[in-house]
């Protein structure tokens, strides 16, 4: 399977970027992992956005959902041009009703997933772990039966992100703050927790997301290659990561 970074920062994007939102890609099935503001803008570097298969939702926090609406007038205006009536399935929790609400649009269906059952979505089965943050939010376990990717969505540190990471091939982790930095309180992860959680979990390797917009991001890497002995990379718009 391959991981495109489509967006990366927390909050809202810098110029020219997005927040949160990632491709997933196997055997031509594409779905995307979130979808935040600005997000639209960079997709068509990457592909088609009527070629898109699904969204999942971890939350729906602004940084992680802004696009949703832009996504789905993008699906009207195409399905009106071509005279296709195609249907995006939006998959999120129901926990916020309101908000669940509204992924159902002309061409959008929004589907409850269930955070205890198994999802299965393409080639995909995820599985999901409630994180700390202010909001509902949820992690995912996802793997295409021979590889696994563990997605921590937005939390604060709990020891529960260890087992559901154990032997990921890939930790892709927000990295809200520099290792010195306490982000409980906001429901983030610092550099260090990252690395911590990387290495009790026994994952190959790393990437950075959820950007601080303050200080030398490139600090993130050096202060978590200190705890966890693997690869890491900071996440940029177009990094592949890809299963072989």
Not at 83 to 92: D, F, K, N, R
Not at 122 to 137: A, D, I, R, S, Y
């Amino acid at each position: 399977m391959k991981l495109t970074i489509i967006g990366y920062w927390g909050a809202y994007p810098e110029q020219g970027s997005a927040t949160s939102c990632f491709l997933l890609e196997k055997e031509g099935f594409s779905c995307l992992i979130d979808c935040g503001s600005g997000a639209l803008s960079r997709l068509p570097s990457f592909t088609q956005i009527m070629e898109l298969d699904a969204v999942i939702l971890s939350h729906y926090h602004h940084d992680h959902i802004a696009d949703i609406g832009v996504l789905q007038y993008s699906w009207l205006v195409q399905n009106s041009i071509h005279q296709t009536s195609q249907i995006l399935p939006i998959y999120g929790h129901a926990e916020d009703q309101e908000a669940f609400q509204k992924l159902t649009h002309q061409f959008t269906k929004g589907i409850a997933y269930d955070p205890n059952q198994k999802l299965r979505v393409g080639p995909f089965e995820l599985t999901f772990l409630k994180t700390n943050h202010p909001v509902p939010c949820y992690a995912m376990r996802i793997t295409d039966g021979q590889h696994k990717i563990v997605y921590t969505a937005d939390t604060s540190y709990m020891d529960g992100l260890i087992p559901f990471s154990k032997g990921a091939d890939l930790l892709l982790t927000e990295c809200s703050f520099y290792e010195d930095q306490d982000g409980t309180n906001a429901g983030h992860l610092n550099s260090k927790q990252c690395a911590e959680i990387a290495k009790r979990a026994e994952v190959n390797e790393m990437i950075l997301s959820h950007h601080p917009h303050f200080g030398d991001r490139r600090q993130l890497i050096h202060q978590s290659m200190k705890y966890f002995d693997g690869p890491v990379l900071l996440a940029e718009e177009g990094l592949v990561w890809q299963s072989y």
